[in-house]
């Protein structure tokens, strides 16, 4: 009996290690996320459906769009700063660009065992003095689908700056 215990623990502990040397050889081997800005009027989305993209009308956006967002009820100064807040709500989520002067902001969001980056492009534009526009782009960058990940990203941030989604 001891004989079998003992050979189940070294083979546990021979599966362990193979499932840790996978993550790390994954982790050490994925490439850095795209952090370019895009132009919501000339976005294209992804062929393998690995993206979300939520827009206003004033965007004009030109492709197919998942969340039809209504105009925001604060300024764009507002809308910036909870924008600029969301690495510090968001788990393993950093700022990669900014463009204060455009209203453009890129940030990439890991995730927790693969370290996989996705890319989520957020563009601001001012309506009046209380009122605001916001677009936002995820997208993974691996993968052939992400299982809604970015639609659910998309939504919870929505959520997290108080911005309204229309349909």
């Known amino acids: 009996m001891k004989r079998r215990t003992r050979i189940g623990w070294n083979i546990l502990i021979v599966l362990l290690i193979l499932v840790a040397s996978a993550i790390v050889t994954v982790r050490i081997l994925v490439r850095p996320a795209t952090t370019g800005f895009?132009?919501?009027?000339e976005?294209?989305?992804?062929?393998?459906?690995?993206?979300?993209?939520?827009?206003?009308p004033e965007f004009l956006c030109?492709?197919?769009?998942?969340?039809?967002?209504?105009?925001v009820p604060m300024?764009?100064?507002?809308?910036?700063?909870?924008?600029?807040?969301?690495?510090?709500v968001e788990p393993r989520t950093v700022m990669v660009g900014e463009n204060d002067a455009e209203l453009r902001y890129v940030l990439v969001q890991r995730s927790a065992l693969f370290n996989l980056p996705d890319t989520?492009?957020?563009?601001?534009q001012?309506?009046?003095?209380?009122?605001?526009a916001i677009a936002v782009y995820s997208r993974s960058?691996?993968?052939?689908?992400?299982?809604?990940?970015n639609m659910k990203?998309?939504?919870?941030w929505l959520d997290l700056l108080g911005v309204a989604v229309v349909s």
């Open 141 to 149: 960058r691996y993968g052939n689908s992400d299982l809604g990940a």
């Open 43 to 56: 976005v294209k989305r992804s062929a393998t459906g690995n993206d979300a993209l939520a827009c206003p």
């Open 75 to 88: 300024s764009a100064a507002a809308l910036v700063a909870k924008v600029k807040a969301l690495p510090s």
């Open 62 to 71: 030109s492709t197919k769009v998942d969340l039809m967002i209504a105009p």
């Open 38 to 41: 895009i132009d919501f009027t």
């Open 120 to 124: 989520i492009n957020i563009a601001i």
């Open 153 to 156: 990203r998309v939504q919870r």
């Open 126 to 132: 001012p309506l009046d003095a209380a009122h605001a």
